[in-house]
Every structure is written in C-alpha cells, then in structure tokens.
C-alpha cells in the first residue's frame, strides 16, 4: 500500500503563489498515476491536474489551466503542484491522489472515484 502525505498549504493573498508538495511512501511513486483534487466547503470534491507516471502526459482542469502546473520526481517519491496567480475561488482543501490502473490523458479520468489512494490534504486559503 502506498501512503501520501501533503504539505505546503496556507494562507495566500490574491494574485500570490504556493507550491504544494505530496511525498509518497511505501511503494515507488513510479507505478502510479497522480493527481491532485481539491474540495471546497459544502462542495464534491473537484479534480485539479494530474500527472502521467512518465509525468510526460499532464490533464488540467480549464479554471486552472495556464496557472497551475503539476510535476513530478519519481526518484524522490514526490508530486507537486505549482500554483500560481491564486484566486479567492482556489479556496479549498487539497489532496494528492494516486491509482496504479489509471491511464492519464487529456480529458480524464478526472473523478474522485477513480482514484485508489489518497492523502490527508492540506488547506490552502486565498483571501486579503
């Protein structure tokens, strides 16, 4: 069983940046595909990006598109999501999810349901 565990959230001011980080233990973070969702107050869990186990493939959601980036270092069992130019709407918890069946393209798979493994999540907050 792979364990992951994020890091990285806080409390940002519009138009700012923070790098979220997810370091998988327990199997190598290679077998996987990962991603990472994020989840509102009173709202389903939403799917943010994802990462091929290559990382050559990425998917993004449209709202995030051009200021998130995910990435990838499988030599130290790790995924990150760089966002950028942070808006109140990126106001969520957000989780690192990993499933070793899943084949990442353009498009999909893009539900919460699809994925086996999750973290814990971390809150990010955008706010003046």
């Known amino acids: 069983q792979v364990q992951l565990a994020e890091s990285g959230g806080g409390l940002v001011q519009p138009g700012g940046s923070l790098r979220l980080s997810c370091a998988l233990s327990?199997?190598?973070?290679?077998?996987?595909?990962l991603s990472w969702f994020r989840q509102a107050p009173e709202k389903e869990r939403e799917f943010v990006a994802a990462?091929?186990?290559?990382?050559?493939?990425?998917d993004y959601l449209d709202s995030v598109k051009g200021r998130f980036t995910i990435s990838r270092d499988n030599d130290n069992n790790m995924v990150y999501v760089q966002m950028n130019r942070l808006k109140p709407e990126d106001t969520a918890v957000y989780y690192c999810?990993?499933?070793?069946?899943?084949?990442?393209?353009?498009?999909?798979?893009?539900?919460?349901?699809?994925?086996?493994?999750w973290g814990q999540g971390t809150q990010v907050t955008v706010a003046s």
């Open positions: 999810a990993a499933d070793e069946h899943l084949s990442v393209y353009s498009g999909g798979p893009r539900k919460a349901s699809d994925y086996g493994f």
């Open positions: 327990g199997r190598p973070a290679g077998m996987y595909a």
């Open positions: 990462i091929s186990r290559t990382g050559f493939i990425t």
